[in-house]
């Protein structure tokens, strides 16, 4: 079967600790019904990582990051070198099924489509957490309660599909967004994005699909309260700067809509199952309370320091801003 015309897969790595999850990724990709026309690692300033992958994946394309460390550096390093008209992101610690490109390769078809995301399942290390509620799986990148397929503020990018048109008109990730090897793990790199691009693209849509899916590894490091509460409380500060970036009164539209409906309807649920008998549905009712507390005390932390700080910079062309 011929490759797909004109997709690019870009996987971000950073630590030789996600080493067979690497390998597992990139398998993955090669295993599409519909194989991709190239596969680009990008190593996050880390030459020991990229000399052991180039000798392991000689077909791969290894190349390093040539912006600043993190994620969206890496990222728009990626796309800096790919030749597809269609960019497939995927995270080092997550793998396709098998259809994957095909499924999601089928929406472009469409003019007006910018991108599409899938479901994203995750793929628990050891026994998920009783107290772990399903409208907080965004707290380790997969798809949570509350999310209905179809039209879509921005999408997920644990494994998600972007047209080049989009960065070519609006530019890259930008840098003030986005993981990195050490900090708080910021986040809302894609929806600022997806938000730029929206303007840029009145009649363009991002889409989710939850027909094909993706598994992402849920280490046990992400099984902790401290994890879970760290993780919200870095949100918030990224939804802080997400504001400032977008500078609309509805960036965060979706997010007040989760808060007023998705949560308390969680709250509900737990409640209603610990009198149901099940009595970690209290539990999980906490947890909705508790990571909502650390998302707005996040929030509200970034919200402080971003004051007497010159404005947030707009992204200019693809990889020509970096973070203020």
């Known amino acids: 079967m011929s490759p797909t015309k004109g997709v690019s897969a870009i996987i971000c790595v950073h630590s030789s600790q996600r080493w067979q999850a690497i390998l597992e990724a990139v398998r993955s ?22 000399a052991r992958l180039e000798a392991a994946l000689p077909d791969v394309r290894i190349i390093p990051n040539v912006e600043e460390r993190g994620l969206s550096g890496a990222r728009n390093t990626g796309i800096s070198n790919a030749n597809g008209a269609l960019l497939l992101f995927l995270d080092d610690d997550a793998t396709l099924e098998v259809d994957w490109v095909r499924k999601i390769s089928e929406h472009f078809r469409h003019g007006h489509i910018l991108g599409v995301t899938s479901r994203i399942v995750p793929s628990w290390e050891g026994a998920r957490p009783s107290w772990f509620p399903d ?8 798809t949570y309660r509350g999310m209905k397929p179809g039209c879509v503020r921005n999408l997920i990018g644990a494994s998600m599909c972007i047209a080049r048109a989009v960065f070519d008109a609006v530019g890259g990730f930008h840098h003030s967004l986005g993981r990195a090897a050490t900090g708080l793990p910021m986040g809302c790199e894609e929806t600022e994005l997806c938000i730029r691009a929206g303007r840029a693209f009145p009649d363009g849509e991002f889409r989710f699909d939850d027909a094909p899916w993706t598994a992402h590894r849920v280490g046990g490091e992400r099984l902790t309260w401290r994890y879970f ?34 949560l308390p309807r969680g709250v509900l649920r737990g409640l209603g199952d610990a009198l149901r008998g099940d009595v970690t549905g209290i539990l999980r009712a906490m947890a909705i309370v508790s990571g909502f507390t650390a998302t707005a005390l996040g929030y509200l932390s970034g919200k ?18 970096r973070a203020p």
């Open 304 to 321: 402080q320091a971003l004051r007497g700080r010159p404005p947030v910079s707009k992204l200019g062309p693809l990889g020509s801003e």
């Open 229 to 262: 509460l760290r993780r919200c409380f870095a949100e918030g500060s990224s939804k802080a700067v997400l504001a400032a970036l977008a500078t609309s009164a509805h960036a965060l539209a979706d997010e007040r809509r989760y808060t007023l409906r998705t």
């Open 29 to 50: 990709v090669r295993q599409q019904t519909e194989p991709v026309m190239e596969i680009i690692v990008v190593v996050d300033h880390n030459p020991i990582l990229q």
């Open 135 to 142: 409208e907080f799986l965004w707290v380790v990148g997969c």
